[in-house]
């Protein structure tokens, strides 16, 4: 009697499972409208309304056959304020399916115009929307393109410290179907102000046909400042030193365009003049006002070499490299210092005579010796500046693929085998052509922080290890080669760190010159400056499948367990299970069923 009253209460419980799927089948279906306007389907460009309600999902595949490409922009988007990403979203594939590849994600938290491009000539996209009940808009519009066919003048790279540029063909009228991307980029240390002269762009309220996107950075994917069409002539600044400007025009209504140019603002508070020595320049900085109280402007000012002119902003900037416009370089025992002079020339007020002061600025930069720079190297260098007047060599270390150190390889962490042999470079960054970096002590940790233990390479310019080998001095790098190992009783990450030796080339008895030493009586040589260099972590390439091993060993414990005899207890729990199962895969079935009947599918052919 026990069991058969345990069936009657499975079955009451199916039931009841059924009528609450069959009530909330006809509950809460919603369809996604599309309003498709500007073009008929047969065109290669289509413009799609989409107003959009609660609980929607929605899924459009734009397929043509032509080899070409699609451009989607989503120039207006209207999604709930308050949703979550995770449950509201429109999402953009690249293929024929939401199976292939994910070219980017859109909610309400997006502070830019997205805009996506597939790989071949079909995308698709897929929108979802939560619960809340509000009107949702999406403006979207795409078109076919072909990479490698670029239209003049839509687009570049701007590096001046002002410039200006403008639509392609102003001020005729620009072109259709385009979408430029102009990347402005200007010293460390300012600031862009962007003045527009003229906009004339079709009018919208939303700015969903043509329009141009003002981006606080160094891509599209940066903080959008500003989104303008229609007329006006609107003025933008950065908080750094890059800005992005953005022109996207549809099929229809072309006029003439824009016309812009933009002028760094120098940031940093300086009252009279700067100075800042890197390993390849010397960077002065002198404030204008400075220069009127004197009576001068940047006209009045030249180097040792006259023909090296400053840049103009709202200051005055010389960058002086090390090697050029007549920088004289003095080397001593343990510095090398760079000096320019600033000379202020006056416009005389007769042939003889003149009442202005004669001016000079002495700029110097010392290189600092005995000092230590740590790099740790990841997927790129990180440059080491210093922001005084005494200045540090900047340098850096990587692995090559080959003897030729050709390709620096950027894996991190980068997995060998043992005895692989690995090419490793340090690298110094300077115009200076007479400095050479000679290796001095290179050693291994299993560990980022080189505590103990340690193991030598090079020691004293001297190979320690058997299979190590160092490369003759060759300029501005340091080179070795030798094959991988692992430490006993430690992980198998293994870091390397450098100390390297800079001096000038020109001196015979310098410690570079001298090269291996394996016993020094007293430290007498010259070296000009020491680094210290750090690259990891290199790993084991077995090591990357330990988490596979565990997995199966967790696997064959599982199958041995499920091997064992059943006893009846067993039997009966088997049973039980069983019939849950079979409960659960039928209101799976049936809520599947439910979801694909409310899932909208629309596919635009041509």
């Known amino acids: 009697?026990?069991?058969?009253?345990?069936?009657?209460?499975?079955?009451?419980?199916?039931?009841?499972?059924?009528?609450?799927?069959?009530?909330?089948e006809a509950e809460g279906r919603s369809s996604c409208t599309a309003s498709l306007g500007g073009a008929n389907l047969a065109d290669t460009h289509k413009a799609l309304i989409l107003k959009l309600n609660a609980d929607e999902n929605c899924t459009w595949t734009i397929d043509r056959p032509e080899n070409k490409s699609i451009r989607i922009i989503f120039s207006h988007v209207q999604l709930d304020p308050d949703g979550r990403c995770e449950s509201e979203n429109i999402q953009v594939f690249d293929g024929t399916s939401t199976n292939g590849p994910l070219l980017?994600?859109?909610?309400?938290?997006?502070?830019?115009?997205?805009?996506?491009?597939?790989?071949?000539?079909?995308?698709?996209?897929?929108?979802?929307?939560?619960?809340?009940?509000?009107?949702?808009?999406?403006?979207?519009?795409?078109?076919?393109?072909?990479?490698?066919?670029?239209?003049?003048?839509?687009?570049?790279?701007?590096?001046?410290?002002?410039?200006?540029?403008?639509?392609?063909?102003?001020?005729?009228?620009?072109?259709?179907?385009?979408?430029?991307?102009?990347?402005?980029?200007?010293?460390?240390?300012?600031?862009i102000k962007l003045n527009f002269k003229e906009i004339f762009l079709e009018v919208d309220a939303h700015c969903r046909f043509d329009f141009i996107a003002v981006y606080d950075g160094s891509s599209t994917n940066s903080g959008l400042i500003g989104k303008v069409c229609g007329r006006g002539a609107p003025t933008f600044e950065s908080s750094s030193d890059s800005l992005t400007v953005v022109l996207s025009t549809d099929y229809a209504n072309s006029y003439r365009g824009f016309s812009a140019s933009y002028a760094s603002i120098y940031t940093e508070s300086v009252n009279t003049t700067s100075l800042t020595c890197a390993s390849d320049k010397m960077r002065v900085i002198i404030n204008k006002s400075y220069l009127a109280s004197f009576g001068y402007n940047e006209n009045n000012l030249q180097l040792n070499d006259p023909t090296c002119r400053p840049k103009v902003s709202n200051v005055v900037e010389f960058a002086i490299p090390l090697d050029e416009c007549g920088t004289v370089k003095r080397v001593e025992d343990?510095?090398?210092?760079?000096?320019?002079?600033?000379?202020?020339?006056?416009?005389?007020?007769?042939?003889?005579?003149?009442?202005?002061?004669?001016?000079?600025?002495?700029?110097?930069?010392?290189?600092?010796?005995?000092?230590?720079?740590?790099?740790?190297?990841?997927?790129?260098?990180?440059?080491i500046q210093n922001q005084i007047a005494l200045g540090k060599y900047n340098t850096s270390m990587a692995l090559f693929e080959s003897n030729l150190f050709e390709n620096p390889i950027l894996e991190s962490p980068y997995y060998v085998d043992l005895n692989q042999t690995l090419f490793v470079q340090v690298s110094l960054h300077t115009s200076d052509p007479n400095l050479v970096v000679f290796l001095d002590t290179c050693r291994a940790s299993p560990t980022s922080d080189f505590a103990s233990p340690t193991y030598d390479l090079i020691r004293s310019g001297c190979s320690r290890d058997e299979t190590c080998e160092v490369y003759p001095l060759s300029g501005h790098h340091g080179r070795f080669q030798f094959n991988a190992f692992k430490f006993l009783r430690s992980l198998s990450?293994?870091?390397?760190?450098?100390?390297?030796?800079?001096?000038?080339?020109?001196?015979?008895?310098?410690?570079?010159?001298?090269?291996?030493?394996?016993?020094?009586?007293?430290?007498?040589?010259?070296?000009?400056?020491?680094?210290?260099?750090?690259?990891?972590?290199?790993?084991?390439?077995?090591?990357?499948?330990?988490?596979?091993?565990?997995?199966?060993?967790?696997?064959?414990?599982?199958?041995?367990?499920?091997s064992q005899p059943f006893d009846g207890l067993h039997l009966f729990s088997f049973g039980v299970l069983a019939l849950n199962a079979v409960i659960v895969a039928t209101i799976a079935v049936k809520r599947f069923v439910n979801q694909r009947t409310n899932y909208k599918y629309q596919r635009l052919h041509y």
């Not at 058969?4 to 009528?19: D, E, F, H, T, Y």
Request: charged share 20%; aromatic share 10%.
């Open 1 to 24: 009697m026990e069991v058969p009253g345990r069936l009657i209460l499975l079955a009451l419980l199916i039931a009841s499972c059924l009528a609450e799927l069959n009530s909330t």
């Open 104 to 191: 980017g994600k859109i909610c309400s938290e997006n502070d830019y115009v997205p805009v996506f491009e597939s790989s071949s000539n079909t995308l698709t996209f897929q929108i979802l929307t939560d619960s809340t009940r509000i009107q949702r808009n999406v403006f979207i519009f795409y078109y076919f393109f072909s990479y490698g066919t670029s239209i003049p003048g839509c687009g570049g790279y701007l590096s001046a410290l002002e410039g200006s540029f403008t639509s392609p063909n102003y001020p005729k009228p620009h072109p259709e179907l385009a979408y430029c991307v102009w990347h402005i980029q200007v010293d460390q240390g300012y600031k």
């Open 334 to 383: 343990h510095s090398i210092t760079y000096t320019n002079i600033i000379t202020f020339t006056a416009s005389p007020t007769s042939a003889v005579i003149t009442r202005q002061k004669q001016l000079q600025i002495v700029v110097k930069c010392e290189m600092e010796h005995n000092s230590t720079v740590e790099i740790m190297y990841i997927t790129e260098d990180d440059i």
């Open 493 to 562: 990450s293994v870091y390397l760190q450098c100390k390297v030796l800079i001096c000038d080339s020109g001196d015979p008895q310098s410690r570079c010159s001298q090269g291996c030493v394996s016993r020094r009586k007293r430290d007498i040589s010259s070296y000009k400056w020491k680094a210290d260099s750090i690259l990891g972590p290199i790993r084991l390439k077995r090591d990357r499948s330990a988490s596979g091993n565990s997995e199966l060993l967790h696997r064959t414990h599982a199958d041995e367990t499920q």
